[in-house]
């Protein structure tokens, strides 16, 4: 039972990552009509911005939660204005493979100055330790990781849909020419808009740090599981991608426990049956 | 939307002239290359993604769909063509077979799946059935894992043409090239292009003409699939070797470069840009993980400003279609 619960445990926090990423995928998406291809890499880069901070700079882990979103998202908001933004009114296929490409420049870069093997980072001293919870132990980092990105999570979807800020994003989705005429600068909230999501990307990086280590293909095969987390759900809410993620992670962590070689493909299995059954994935609107 | 490809030009007989036109002397080149001092072992690799980039611009560049995983067709034809050879003992005209039967029997399969969503959807889908299949090749035992299938022998073609000979080889990969290019070729001239591009431009059209779109796409899925096996079977003689490489996500990757580079949607472009990929890692292996660096780099500048590619800006410089 033991390992059961230790599974569970391990797929909630892979839910969290899973969750968060697919959560910046689908915000991406829905302003930018772009796959943001390098998703995986800014992820990696969030990761990466934390280390740096620490060994370069001294800055602690809470600050690094703070401040490694921000850089990278500020990076990735110079992405969106120097190259994304040429692709609006083209093939949204563009937008996929001009992301691919910026994730090979990205992961290469860090390839050559880092090799491809694990930097350690180390968990902060308040997050140290366990709890024993008498049917099993938690470490407290692992349960902070999952409650944390919730927080996050239930926040992003509270500024989406219940702000006015969020509404007016909504608006843009549908119709930008009508909210342009309404006095909103729209180019602007499409790049604080893709900001936000690559900042989730660089947020999920430096929460599993301490977990995974900092390595320059940390999300290189990630994100191709988030893809299909994000096709299973269907890109069609907010919510929708939230419990997806956390979902899939739990099934996943079920498999490692009954039926360990399947662990890797069940995300990708389960892709399949709901496509057979339901096109639009779970929570879908029409492509 | 705007499609993928623009100022398609219409299929007249002169295009068709054209097009036959730069083939023959494209057969002409590549058939004097035993002649000359290039080294063969790379046309043939060359060659074989191709093959592999011209099957997978039959359904992206004429069908709109962007697969994200046809390096699943390539390594399972790989795969499967490497067992029946090595522990089968077939000879390599059936090996071959035994490969593109088994890329015709996972695109059906695939091209089920995936062909009910579109645009993103499509790729997305594509990438993680690809990745799926990855997984069971990396722990299916007759794959051998990470070691692959190797020391793949070459035998005899039809009993006559002794493949362990370099010249021979070379023949019979090119002659393989040539039959599936002209095939795809065929593809595209035909009645059934000519829908195919009608349903890259305009698919709602299309549909209140009456086509089943769906069953185009579908067989187009099934034809670029099968073709891409077949680039896949021809390439375990080059290589005599199968391993996961061809069949991780990164190769699919690579495809979609050779296809922008050389231009999408056009007949010859995906020759050129094979041609210009291989040859870049070739000569840019020294360089490490530069080479990764670049070819995003080619991916971006491709997109951003040369969105034609090589032989597109071409042909529309010269206003042929090409």
Same mark, same amino acid.
Request: hydrophobic share 55%.
């Given at each position: 039972?033991?390992?059961?619960?230790?599974?569970?445990?391990?797929?909630?926090?892979?839910? &969290? #990552?899973?969750?968060?990423?697919?959560?910046?995928?689908?915000?991406? #998406?829905?302003?930018?009509?772009?796959?943001?291809?390098?998703?995986?890499?800014?992820?990696?880069?969030?990761?990466?911005?934390?280390?740096?901070?620490?060994? @370069?700079?001294?800055?602690?882990?809470?600050?690094?939660?703070?401040?490694?979103?921000?850089?990278?998202?500020?990076?990735?908001?110079?992405?969106?204005?120097?190259?994304?933004?040429?692709?609006?009114?083209?093939?949204?296929?563009?937008?996929?493979?001009?992301?691919? *490409?910026?994730?090979?420049?990205?992961?290469?870069?860090?390839?050559?100055?880092?090799?491809?093997?694990?930097?350690?980072?180390?968990?902060?001293?308040?997050?140290?330790?366990?709890?024993?919870?008498?049917?099993?132990?938690?470490?407290?980092?692992?349960?902070?990781?999952?409650?944390?990105?919730?927080?996050?999570?239930?926040?992003?979807?509270?500024?989406?849909?219940?702000?006015?800020?969020?509404?007016?994003?909504?608006?843009?989705?549908?119709?930008?020419?009508?909210?342009?005429?309404?006095?909103?600068?729209?180019?602007?909230?499409?790049?604080?808009?893709?900001?936000?999501?690559?900042?989730?990307?660089?947020?999920?990086?430096?929460?599993?740090?301490?977990?995974?280590?900092?390595?320059?293909?940390?999300?290189?095969?990630?994100?191709?599981?988030?893809?299909?987390?994000?096709?299973?759900?269907?890109?069609?809410?907010? =919510?929708?991608?939230?419990?997806?993620?956390?979902?899939?992670?739990?099934?996943?962590?079920?498999?490692?426990?009954?039926?360990?070689?399947?662990?890797?493909?069940?995300?990708?299995?389960?892709?399949?049956?709901?496509?057979?059954?339901?096109?639009?994935?779970?929570? *879908?609107?029409?492509? | 939307?705007?499609?993928?490809? /623009?100022?398609?030009?219409?299929?007249?007989?002169?295009?068709?002239?054209?097009?036959?036109?730069?083939?023959?002397?494209?057969?002409?080149?590549?058939?004097?290359?035993?002649?000359?001092?290039?080294?063969?072992?790379?046309?043939?690799?060359?060659?074989?993604?191709?093959?592999?980039?011209?099957?997978?611009?039959?359904?992206?560049?004429?069908?709109?769909?962007?697969?994200?995983?046809?390096?699943?067709?390539?390594?399972?034809?790989?795969?499967?063509?490497?067992?029946?050879?090595?522990?089968?003992?077939?000879?390599?005209?059936? *090996?071959?077979?035994?490969?593109?039967?088994?890329?015709?029997?996972?695109?059906?399969?695939?091209?089920?799946?995936?062909?009910?969503?579109?645009?993103?959807?499509?790729?997305?889908?594509?990438?993680?059935?690809?990745?799926?299949?990855?997984?069971?090749?990396?722990?299916?035992?007759?794959?051998?894992?990470? /070691?692959?299938? $190797?020391?793949?022998?070459? %035998?005899? =073609?039809?009993?006559?043409?002794?493949?362990?000979?370099?010249?021979?080889?070379?023949?019979?990969?090119?002659?393989?090239?040539?039959?599936?290019? @002209?095939?795809?070729?065929?593809?595209?001239?035909?009645?059934?292009?000519?829908?195919?591009?009608?349903?890259?431009?305009?698919?709602?059209?299309? !549909? &209140?003409?009456?086509?089943?779109?769906?069953?185009?796409?579908?067989?187009?899925?099934?034809?670029?699939?099968?073709?891409?096996?077949?680039?896949? &079977?021809?390439?375990?003689?080059?290589?005599?070797?199968?391993?996961?490489?061809?069949?991780?996500?990164?190769?699919?990757?690579?495809?979609?470069?050779?296809?922008?580079?050389?231009?999408?949607?056009?007949?010859?472009?995906?020759?050129?840009?094979?041609?210009? !990929?291989?040859?870049?890692? $070739?000569?840019?292996?020294?360089?490490?993980?530069?080479?990764?660096?670049?070819? %995003?780099?080619?991916?971006? !500048?491709?997109?951003?400003?040369?969105?034609?590619?090589?032989?597109?800006?071409?042909?529309?410089?010269?206003?042929?279609?090409?």
């Amino acid at each position: 039972m033991q390992a059961l619960y230790a599974q569970l445990l391990v797929g909630l926090i892979n839910g &969290s #990552f899973y969750a968060l990423l697919s959560l910046g995928l689908a915000v991406i #998406f829905g302003m930018l009509n772009i796959i943001n291809f390098a998703h995986g890499a800014l992820y990696m880069m969030g990761a990466f911005v934390a280390y740096f901070l620490l060994n @370069l700079g001294g800055i602690n882990y809470w600050w690094a939660l703070l401040l490694a979103p921000v850089i990278v998202g500020i990076f990735g908001m110079i992405l969106e204005r120097t190259m994304l933004q040429w692709l609006t009114g083209l093939d949204h296929l563009y937008g996929l493979l001009l992301t691919f *490409g910026i994730a090979l420049i990205v992961q290469g870069v860090f390839q050559n100055y880092f090799g491809s093997s694990g930097l350690p980072y180390a968990i902060p001293d308040q997050l140290k330790g366990g709890m024993n919870l008498g049917f099993m132990f938690l470490p407290v980092y692992r349960g902070w990781v999952v409650i944390f990105s919730l927080v996050v999570c239930i926040a992003t979807w509270f500024l989406i849909e219940k702000t006015r800020l969020g509404a007016y994003l909504r608006a843009a989705t549908e119709n930008p020419t009508l909210v342009r005429a309404f006095g909103i600068n729209v180019p602007r909230m499409i790049t604080l808009t893709y900001g936000l999501g690559v900042g989730l990307a660089a947020l999920a990086g430096v929460l599993s740090a301490p977990i995974n280590q900092v390595r320059p293909l940390m999300g290189a095969d990630l994100i191709i599981v988030v893809f299909a987390v994000v096709v299973i759900g269907g890109m069609g809410s907010i =919510m929708g991608s939230i419990i997806t993620g956390f979902a899939l992670g739990v099934i996943e962590g079920l498999t490692k426990y009954f039926y360990p070689e399947a662990s890797n493909t069940v995300v990708f299995v389960l892709m399949v049956l709901v496509l057979l059954v339901k096109p639009t994935g779970l929570t *879908g609107r029409a492509a | 939307m705007t499609a993928l490809t /623009d100022d398609t030009l219409p299929v007249t007989p002169r295009a068709v002239r054209d097009e036959m036109i730069v083939f023959a002397v494209m057969a002409l080149l590549l058939a004097s290359v035993p002649f000359t001092g290039v080294y063969p072992f790379f046309v043939m690799q060359a060659l074989c993604f191709a093959l592999l980039a011209c099957a997978f611009n039959l359904l992206v560049g004429y069908g709109g769909l962007l697969s994200f995983g046809h390096a699943m067709f390539l390594g399972t034809a790989g795969y499967c063509s490497a067992h029946a050879l090595k522990v089968w003992g077939l000879p390599p005209e059936l *090996g071959i077979l035994v490969g593109i039967a088994a890329a015709f029997g996972l695109s059906i399969i695939t091209g089920y799946i995936s062909i009910r969503r579109q645009g993103i959807y499509f790729s997305m889908i594509t990438l993680a059935l690809s990745q799926l299949l990855y997984f069971i090749y990396l722990q299916a035992p007759f794959t051998h894992g990470e /070691d692959g299938i $190797q020391g793949i022998p070459q %035998g005899h =073609m039809f009993g006559v043409f002794d493949l362990s000979k370099p010249t021979v080889l070379y023949y019979v990969v090119l002659v393989g090239f040539l039959a599936g290019f @002209l095939l795809i070729f065929r593809i595209i001239n035909s009645p059934f292009g000519e829908v195919l591009k009608a349903i890259r431009e305009n698919e709602p059209r299309a !549909i &209140s003409l009456g086509y089943r779109t769906d069953q185009y796409k579908f067989l187009a899925f099934i034809l670029s699939g099968t073709l891409a096996g077949f680039a896949g &079977s021809l390439k375990v003689f080059v290589a005599q070797n199968a391993s996961l490489t061809d069949v991780h996500w990164s190769m699919s990757g690579e495809v979609v470069l050779m296809t922008l580079v050389g231009g999408l949607g056009t007949v010859f472009g995906p020759v050129v840009g094979a041609f210009v !990929i291989i040859a870049m890692q $070739q000569y840019l292996a020294g360089f490490g993980q530069w080479v990764t660096v670049i070819q %995003g780099s080619i991916f971006v !500048i491709c997109v951003l400003t040369f969105r034609r590619g090589v032989i597109g800006e071409i042909a529309h410089y010269f206003r042929r279609s090409l």
